[in-house]
């Protein structure tokens, strides 16, 4: 399977930028799209932003211009800048991946165990 891990998640005040990484490991055949998702307490968990395999990219409206979503396919890790946060961006975020793996046929959805923004001053 793939293993998905987080980091970069933390405390920031409104206005600042974080920069969080996904990185995926495991038995990878090729991982196709990829994205973020957010789940605050309020709400269901909500696409953030993806990126496929060739670079094509979709926000949220609610992120676009100040997020930017990126991916390493030579390092398997895809990343999400931040900037300009808002409260409102507070929430888990969540990596996930479209992927095959070597001992199995087809492609299957994979997630990471969140990370957690708080934009707060």
């Known amino acids: 399977q793939v293993h998905l891990v987080e980091s970069g998640g933390g405390l920031v005040q409104p206005g600042g930028s974080l920069r969080l990484s996904c990185a995926a490991s495991g038995s990878i055949f090729s991982i196709n799209a990829m994205g973020w998702y957010r789940h605050s307490r309020r709400k269901q968990r909500d696409l953030v932003a993806t990126?496929?395999?060739?670079?094509?990219?979709n926000y949220a409206d609610s992120v676009k211009g100040r997020f930017t979503i990126s991916r390493d396919n030579a390092k398997n890790t895809m990343y999400l800048q931040m900037n300009n946060l808002k409260p409102e961006d507070t929430a888990v975020y969540y990596c996930?991946?479209?992927?095959?793996?070597?001992?199995?046929?087809?492609?299957?959805?994979?997630w990471g165990q969140g990370t957690q923004v708080t934009v707060s001053s």
């Open positions: 990126i496929t395999n060739g670079g094509n990219t």
């Open positions: 996930n991946a479209v992927a095959q793996v070597t001992a199995l046929p087809g492609e299957y959805d994979y």
